[in-house]
């Protein structure tokens, strides 16, 4: 027995993140619920903390959330990032998606503006379909 990883439907399914595949350069852990473990408290010579501070104050402007995409047949995971709609209006995008055998859809993380409600409808724009989606909380519910 060696090293390995989460079989990629029970971490999308379980809510845990994949760094650089869930997220990119510009994420912050407010974005991905990962605020509660930041110590905004150290000293300002600390790299990035004011920026942390600011972002704290602020708010974020995007959130990680689940998607659950409607009727879609099963489909590989993906390595690209979809955009995703709602109203017409690019709001983010779909980072990671699998095929739930406990939901026989389609289910992902979406990282989308934080206007984006949990029970909102969606469409996502992957290879080249539109997908209707609502979005829900993380982990996804049973």
């Given at each position: ?43 300002d010579g600390v790299v990035g903390i004011k920026a942390l ?90």
């Amino acid at each position: 027995m060696g090293p390995g990883y989460p079989y990629p439907t029970e971490r999308i399914e379980g809510g845990l993140l994949s760094f650089g595949g869930d997220t990119d350069d510009l994420t912050n852990p407010f974005e991905v619920r990962l605020g509660n473990y930041v110590d905004l408290d150290l000293d300002d010579g600390v790299v990035g903390i004011k920026a942390l501070r600011a972002i704290r104050s602020e708010g974020a402007t995007r959130q990680l959330l689940g998607v659950i995409l409607e009727n879609q047949p099963r489909h590989p995971g993906h390595p690209v990032w979809y955009d995703v709609h709602k109203n017409g209006s690019k709001v983010g995008h779909m980072t990671n998606g699998v095929w739930s055998f406990r939901r026989r859809t389609m289910v992902g993380f979406v990282l989308v503006s934080t206007d984006v409600q949990v029970g909102d409808s969606v469409e996502v724009l992957r290879n080249g379909n539109w997908d209707a989606g609502t979005i829900c909380d993380l982990p996804f519910p049973k």
